[in-house]
């Protein structure tokens, strides 16, 4: 027992053990240390932080909120100002670009797009859909994860999550699409499978021999690349070609189901000067929108000095909470005069005068 006591907090099993040992547990005060700190807990004697919000507070938030937020409002409208645009072209209604309903072959065709002004690097190459509903439980959702990560052998029922473009069918896949045992097709999923196919190419001269020089840099995020989309083993059926497809940026940014019947996907970045005139598009149309009457366009946009297009949205965003907060800030200082004007004017409380009990006024008056 003295080697107990002796080695402290090392002779027992634990605080609430033993009472025996429960002294040398708890280290300088012992026991009595102990309940004197079980008093004050369960007495809710503890110490405590409580902090206080009064209405002045409250208005220097309101207001701190009123100052950032229509700062920002204007630091996003001062960059609006500098986004130079091209109008939204449509090209599935051109007679050489419409490929119908179904597709039965690529249709080639050549749009422009006009710059109004010239306008500096960066430019993004824009593609778009109108009336394709790409935010659908069942469409975002029908891929496999484990596909697209690479992973081979992939664990049981994966391609479930595919359903319902599972297979290929009767037919051999389309490229660059491949098939992995036992028949599945790969990459599966409705999602994969209905990727936007129009080819794009962007020229400055209508002879079509002047490209303008484009790359897809900076338009993927760095997870996706690390993370999510990576080339798989070739005895998986993971051909060169499909490797390619699956780590493509095309793919990867279809596969970022949009929230809005209206999609837009950025196809290339720009980052030469572009001077103000004509360019031509050549597009091998092969996509078709008919069947659900949506509509394909085109366009390009210059990006301002915070490496964003076109997002008045937010800015109309950004000063409705300022000006929300601004009526706080209205509201509390008005709230705040006002009470102090009661305050002012408020009359004293009237004395009432304590009654004497009889037996003491008879005992005063003797």
């Avoid at 229509?70 to 630091?75: A, I, M, R, S």
């Avoid at 790359?215 to 390619?244: I, K």
């Avoid at 149309?285 to 915070?306: H, R, T």
């Amino acid at each position: 027992m003295e080697q107990e006591q002796e080695d402290g907090f090392d002779a027992c099993c634990g605080c609430l053990c033993c009472e025996k040992n429960f002294g040398p547990c708890l280290g300088k005060g012992g026991l009595a240390g102990w309940k004197r700190f079980e008093h004050r807990f369960w007495q809710h004697q503890m110490y405590e932080f409580n902090f206080y919000v009064y209405p002045k507070h409250l208005l220097l938030m309101y207001a701190v909120m009123f100052v950032a937020l229509t700062t920002l409002g204007v630091v996003v409208v001062v960059g609006e100002t500098q986004v130079v645009t091209t109008d939204r072209v449509r090209y599935d209604n051109i007679e050489q670009c419409d490929v119908g309903p179904m597709f039965s072959g690529v249709k080639n065709c050549t749009v422009t797009l006009t710059l109004e002004e010239p306008v500096t690097s960066p430019t993004v190459f824009y593609y778009g859909l109108r009336f394709f509903f790409q935010g659908v439980r069942t469409y975002k959702t029908s891929f496999s994860v484990q596909q697209l990560r690479g992973e081979f052998p992939a664990p049981d029922g994966y391609e479930d999550m595919c359903d319902p473009r599972i297979t290929s069918g009767p037919t051999s896949p389309p490229e660059p699409f491949a098939t992995q045992e036992p028949d599945i097709l790969l990459p599966c999923g409705v999602l994969p499978f209905s990727i936007f196919n129009d080819t794009l190419a962007l020229f400055k001269d209508s002879e079509l021999t002047d490209p303008v020089s484009v790359s897809q840099t900076g338009l993927t995020r760095e997870y996706e690349v690390d993370d999510l989309y990576l080339p798989g083993p070739s005895d998986g059926g993971y051909t060169t070609a499909v490797n390619d497809f699956i780590t493509s940026v095309n793919f990867i940014s279809w596969m970022r189901a949009s929230t809005f019947p209206t999609l837009l996907k950025a196809l290339y970045r720009i980052e030469e000067d572009l001077a103000a005139g004509t360019y031509y598009v050549q597009i091998g149309s092969a996509f078709p929108v008919s069947e659900f009457d949506g509509e394909k366009f085109i366009f390009m946009q210059q990006l301002n000095y915070l490496d964003a297009g076109s997002n008045l949205y937010l800015a109309i965003v950004l000063f409705v909470f300022g000006g929300l907060s601004l009526l706080m800030v209205v509201w509390i200082t008005f709230a705040l005069l006002m009470d102090k004007r009661r305050n002012r004017y408020e009359e004293a409380p009237m004395e009432v005068p304590m009654e004497v009990p009889m037996e003491v006024q008879s005992e005063a008056s003797s």
